[in-house]
């Protein structure tokens, strides 16, 4: 890579392997709703495939599953056992932490208070959101995008109410998985996405002002996009305009990530935060791959991708 003024760049500051919605299950191939065809055994391979890239290079800090690890259409009997086995997996990643978030795919296998474990996300109070600071110069958050949700949390779980009265209110199909009838940024409430909740929220703020304070560039990781031009309308974050108006009151976020819109997208917004969304290893046809790895540098991430997702520089340096 040669900089602007012909000078070969300087080596990462760090770099960390990535991949997204593997979707896992020991059952025959099939289609998404809208007719998209799923491998779900070959999702598997590819994640083997991709830990052993990561492997190879010897200097990934750490690896960021960008959520659901099994599928939905898994036989909740195997459920427990399934994610086990796709956990063990990311294990098997040699150069440092896994770090998993929580999508709708693995509530719909188990509920929170069994992944948590599972995915090692251990957190004081019980919480899959939480931040992590790889080097000095910069800090990961991974946000839970279904802490306000209709599904995960117990029936009579005061987040579970939160979130069908949100559903009630915005759409009216009898079927809440159902964009039908609504239009724009409205098709996001549906019942497979979620919502980040005030809790989260307030604690968002003061990891921001933190970061600001120690000049941290921060980097957002969402199972559900952040921002309508990378993403279908219909796999927004409920909130994801209350999330990117807290953000976008402080300078220290220059990327978000996410995963859940499986044709992937990139976009950057009107505060120049670059959103990028993976594509899923779920629709990778055999001998197709989608995963890749972030090299990270003091002003741009740059993302290498493998044969179906898409290499992306994201660059933050101001415009001269």
Known sequence: MVSSNGLATSQPLFSFGLIS????????????????????????LILQRAVKEW????????VINFGDIVDGFCPKD??????????????????GPVYH???????????RSKLLSLLKIHTLDGRAYYDFSPVPEYRFVVLDAYDISAIGWPQDHPKTLEALKILREKNPNEDKNSPTNLEGPERR??????????????????VLLESTNLKQKVVVCCHLPLHPG?????TLLWNYDEVMNLIHRYNCVKVCLAGHDHKGGYSID?????HRVFEAALECPPGTDAFGYIDVYDDRISLVGTDRMKSTEMDFTPPS
């Not at 919605?21 to 598997?44: C, M």
């Not at 459920?79 to 294990?91: A, G």
């Not at 990378?230 to 219909?234: D, K, N, W």
Request: with cysteine; hydrophobic share 35%; glycine share 8%.
């Open 21 to 44: 919605d593997v979707q896992y299950a020991d059952i025959p191939d099939g289609r998404s709703f809208l007719g998209v065809p799923r491998y779900y055994r070959h999702s598997l």
């Open 189 to 206: 409430f549906v019942m497979f996405n979620g919502a980040v909740g005030k809790e989260q929220v307030e604690w968002l703020d003061g």
């Open 78 to 95: 195997q459920s427990l056992d399934t994610v086990k086995k796709v956990v063990d997996e990311f294990e098997m990643f040699t150069g």
């Open 101 to 111: 978030m929580i999508g709708n795919h693995c509530l719909y296998n188990l509920p």
């Open 230 to 234: 990378a993403a279908t309308e219909e």
């Open 55 to 62: 492997n190879s290079h010897q200097r990934h800090k750490f």
């Open 270 to 274: 009107s505060h120049g935060i670059h």
